[in-house]
T-cell receptor
Framework: NAGVTQTPKFRVLKTGQSMTLLCAQD?????MYWYRQDPGMGLRLIHY???????AKGEVPDGYNVSRLKKQNFLLGLESAAPSQTSVYFC?????????????FGDGTRLSIL | AQSVAQPEDQVNVAEGNPLTVKCTYS??????LFWYVQYPNRGLQFLLK??????LVKGSYGFEAEFNKSQTSFHLKKPSALVSDSALYFC??????????????FGRGTSLIVHP
């Protein structure tokens, strides 16, 4: 099993450009999450989804949009990239069977905004 | 509301010595608690969790954690550290009383450095 796969792994953007980060999971999980990780800040939740066709805002949603058109995919979009969005982005998924199921993480997308 | 604190940004230990990485939490009800490990340029990997029952939880790679309700703590431990244990460790909590929310709160992480 591949688990959680994120593409691309690295990307450099110019301020104002847009892009989409793709997350795919093959575990039939209901819940999917997007986090950003910055030094000294830990993980901060951007958006999450509790099922196909549903999304919700997390702790730091501004400047990002998401879509969950298919259960296995969760897309994160940056409409107009800003240097403050330079970060490492992680996608995670978890089953909905019980709230004590752990999350499964991808290996991240390293994004630099110039 | 739920929150978790990892009071140490970095823990240094010599190989072969026991290690402890601290975590304290705050929830309105009872907690589900998790530890994850992150190696360089990788995503977080699940180590262990506390749901209910025995306060000492055993997990992957020889790690264990002790749940202490009175001190609201869930410290990660290992009897004998290895250099390969050097990584970033995250504690996370979910409040059972959060109305079915499956959204955990993560600590800021503790960097464990094991010296040869």
């Amino acid at each position: 099993n591949a688990g959680v796969t994120q593409t691309p792994k690295f990307r450099v953007l110019k301020t104002g450009q847009s892009m989409t980060l793709l997350c795919a999971q093959d575990m039939n999980h209901e819940y999917m999450y997007w986090y950003r990780q910055d030094p000294g800040m830990g993980l901060r939740l951007i958006h999450y989804s509790v099922g196909e066709g549903t999304t919700a805002k997390g702790e730091v949603p501004d400047g990002y949009n998401v879509s969950r058109l298919k259960k296995q995919n969760f897309l994160l979009g940056l409409e107009s990239a800003a240097p403050s969005q330079t970060s490492v982005y992680f996608c995670a998924s978890s089953g909905s069977g019980a709230p004590y199921q752990p999350q499964h993480f991808g290996d991240g997308t390293r994004l630099s905004i110039l | 509301a739920q929150s978790v604190a990892q009071p140490e940004d970095q823990v240094n230990v010599a190989e072969g010595n026991p290690l402890t990485v601290k975590c304290t939490y705050s929830v309105s009800g009872n907690p589900y608690l998790f530890w994850y490990v992150q190696y360089p340029n990788r995503g977080l990997q699940f180590l262990l969790k506390y749901i209910t029952g025995d306060n000492l939880v055993k997990g992957s790679y020889g790690f264990e954690a002790e749940f202490n309700k009175s001190q609201t703590s869930f410290h990660l431990k290992k009897p004998s550290a290895l250099v390969s244990d050097s990584a970033l460790y995250f504690c996370a909590v979910r409040d059972r009383g959060s109305g079915g929310s499956y959204i955990p709160t993560f600590g800021r992480g503790t960097s464990l450095i094991v010296h040869p």
